[in-house]
């Protein structure tokens, strides 16, 4: 059998970590939206262990959307020319949008969906990611809520993938550098 924690040079952040990160983002985000109903929308895939992980801290009735988007072309590299494999199932004019995302690395991605939900009129739109990496500035647009800023490095578990494997770990871990290849972002 395939232990997935033998591919992990070593753990950046504990499943314990997590949690008590998240509890304190929900806390943030209880407060600041209260009185509101905001709609949580998820980038799919690696944002989902961590969406629904984070609606159960915030203790205000929030709904759920997703949406999955893909980098055009054959690069490795984000583009920033994105294509929306699956959009929300319902509009969010005029509502409270907070958008979550797993990682901001070049933020290409990012700036794509927020410009793209920007333009459906919502009351208020803000984003919530785990991680950052620390190489993201410039372009990217801010991002209101901050998981952990981590080092430039290729990380998977709680979510993130590598070739869609490893979403499954409960803790976020650094790939063995002699399994990735640099090119399956
Ligand atoms: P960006 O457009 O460069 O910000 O790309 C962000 C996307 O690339 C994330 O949503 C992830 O799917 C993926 N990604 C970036 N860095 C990592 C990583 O370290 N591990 C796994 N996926 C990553
Ligand atoms: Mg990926």
Known sequence: MHDLNDDIAKILISAEQLTRRIG????????????????????LKGAVVFMVDLARTIDLPVELDFMAVSSYGASTQSTGVVRILKD????????????????????????YIVENLRDRQPASLRICALL????????????????FDIPDEFVVGYGLDYAEQYRN????????????RGDQV
């Not at 770990?169 to 990735?180: A, D, F, S």
Request: glycine fraction near 12%; proline fraction near 7%.
């Open 24 to 43: 304190e983002l929900g806390q943030q985000i209880t407060a600041d939206y209260r009185g509101k109903e905001p709609v949580l929308v998820g980038v």
């Open 169 to 180: 770990l409960p803790y976020l871990g650094v790939l063995r550098p002699e399994l990735y």
């Open 132 to 147: 950052r990496k620390q190489k993201v500035r410039a372009p990217g647009p801010s991002i209101d809520y901050v998981g």
């Open 88 to 111: 929300l199932d319902r509009s969010i004019s005029g509502r409270d949008v907070l958008v979550v995302e797993d990682i901001v690395d070049s933020g290409l991605t990012l700036r």
